[in-house]
């Protein structure tokens, strides 16, 4: 079976979020269960030299962008036992940065064209292409629309996942006919249409074969108004062939026993107060086992629930506890914390940046990790942070839903803390509920550390999902 990956972003070549981490790892998990998995993707100039000189040149064609013929250079790589496809257009996407500027609906809709009109210069021709994310979107309508009658296209089918349904690439109609060269055919309420629009995303969920999203919760929640993003009823029409299925993490890249990042390797929960210990100590923080460091390492953002951080921060630190934030967004949340960094200079460390290595000190040195967001198709943080024995505490929606046990202190169940309602007084009852246990039951604090720490959320029983539902594509 040859499963072809078709996204806008992979670890470690470049990444925005979580999409990079997924199409890094899903495919070498793919590969151990026999599928022989690709990945193509656009050649962006913030690949770095050392990527580009990797780079073979295998050809170039031409890919017809609405009434214009674009120049489409194909080069290659292997790392990890997967071949790379990279798409070269210097007009497209030589210039800093993956996404946001004016012209991103004729970029992805050059990519989108150039995945199909690459495929048969391909090592494998591909039995499913496994589309991510509104910027592959077009594929599954473009294959339908342009290449249904030639011989190479026959029996190639398309999976399409939603990352986060709050992203859709909507662009005005013209680009139906100036970009894709689609006709009106396409363009109704059960095709690319979206309130007058044309949506790229829901050209992937109209005319793909199967549609997954990130976590079960997710899928459900995505077919009620509050999550659906205005495509609620379109998801509940497609209810029959949509699925979440849990993202997992890469248990080699992030792993506490040999992470090169880390101030010091560990397996136990003593190893971790040493990496807690080391980051107070970098942070400028006061170095005590006895205060709990809470941390986030997320997109400021209103959906990773910002707004209730900052609602009550100051009863949250009332507590005698260290806050360590790592992460970008709007200006506004990145000025709110620097000023409570100058407010707190000895509880509050702010990281307005974003720094890999650093992200996993924290994950390693907090004893409780804050994700309340808003709504969350499925979460690395909160698994990564378990990953390092650091317990999570978050809202109760899409994949912090499935993926977070909250602790049970009665029949000593879960590992997490958890609360429902979007809300800032839950969230602050929940946060002194999880300090109430750091300061009084110290050992039952390390036995969840340790617990969390043993939990398996590899990507080998995600994976075996993804290949049965494209051996049911198939069949």
């Known amino acids: 079976m040859n499963v072809l990956f078709a996204a806008s972003e992979c670890a470690p070549f470049i990444k925005t979020g ?8 899903l495919p070498k998990s793919l590969k151990k269960l026999g599928v022989n998995t690709s990945v193509i993707l656009p050649k962006y100039e913030d690949l770095k030299p050392e990527v580009k000189e990797r780079l073979s040149f295998m050809t170039s064609i031409t890919v017809p962008v609405g009434w214009r013929n674009q120049y489409c250079g194909i080069e290659t790589l292997e790392e990890g036992g997967i071949r790379y496809y990279f798409l070269d257009n210097e007009y497209y996407f030589k210039r800093h940065g993956s996404y946001g500027f004016f012209d991103d609906g004729e970029r992805f809709a050059f990519f989108s064209r150039a995945v199909l009109e690459a495929l048969p210069y391909l090592q494998q021709k591909p039995d499913i292409i496994h589309c991510h994310d509104w910027q592959a979107g077009p594929i599954p309508v473009l294959l339908k629309a342009h290449f249904n009658s030639h011989p190479f296209y026959k029996g190639i089918k398309t999976m399409f996942t939603i990352h986060n349904l709050r992203y859709q690439g909507v662009f005005p109609k013209s680009v139906l006919s100036d970009l894709l060269d689609l006709s009106e055919l396409y363009f109704h309420v059960d095709g690319l ?11 992937g969920l109209a005319y793909s074969d199967y549609i997954t999203t990130v976590s079960p919760a997710y899928a459900s929640e995505i077919q009620m108004p509050y999550y659906g993003e205005h495509l609620d009823g379109f998801l509940r029409m497609k209810s029959n062939r949509l699925k979440g299925i849990v993202n997992g993490i890469d248990t080699d890249t992030y792993n506490p026993a040999t992470d090169p990042a880390l101030f010091s390797t560990y397996n136990d ?17 006061p170095v005590d086992a006895n205060i709990p460091v809470v941390s986030m390492v997320t997109r400021l953002v209103e959906q990773k629930g910002i707004d209730l951080v900052l609602r009550v921060i100051h009863e949250i630190l009332g507590q005698n506890v260290q806050f360590v934030l790592l992460g970008t967004g709007e200006w506004h949340y990145e000025e ?14 702010v990281h307005i940046y974003f720094d890999e290595p650093l992200s996993h000190k924290i994950y390693a040195g907090s004893d409780l990790f804050l994700m309340p967001s808003k709504f ?19 809202r109760e929606t899409g994949g912090l839903k499935d993926t977070v046990q909250p602790y049970n ?24 509920r999880a300090v109430w246990f750091f300061r009084y039951q110290p050992k039952r604090w390390r036995s969840l550390s340790e617990r969390a720490m043993s939990l398996d959320f590899s990507w080998k029983a995600s994976a075996n999902e993804y290949v049965q539902l494209y051996q049911e594509i198939l069949s």
């Open 18 to 25: 979580g999409l990079g981490d997924v199409i890094h790892a």
């Open 193 to 203: 249409e979206f309130y007058g629009n044309a949506s790229y995303l829901k050209a």
């Open 269 to 285: 929960y003593t190893g971790k107060l040493e990496n807690k210990k080391a980051l107070q100590e970098a942070l400028h923080l």
């Open 336 to 349: 709110a914390f620097r000023h409570l960094a100058g407010e707190y200079p000895d509880q509050v460390s």
């Open 376 to 394: 969350e198709p499925c979460g690395i943080g909160q698994l990564l942070a378990m990953r390092y024995g650091t317990l999570p505490l978050v």
């Open 409 to 432: 202190e009665f029949t000593d169940e879960g590992y997490g803390f958890s609360f429902a309602n979007y809300n800032a007084h839950d969230m602050l009852y929940t946060v002194e």
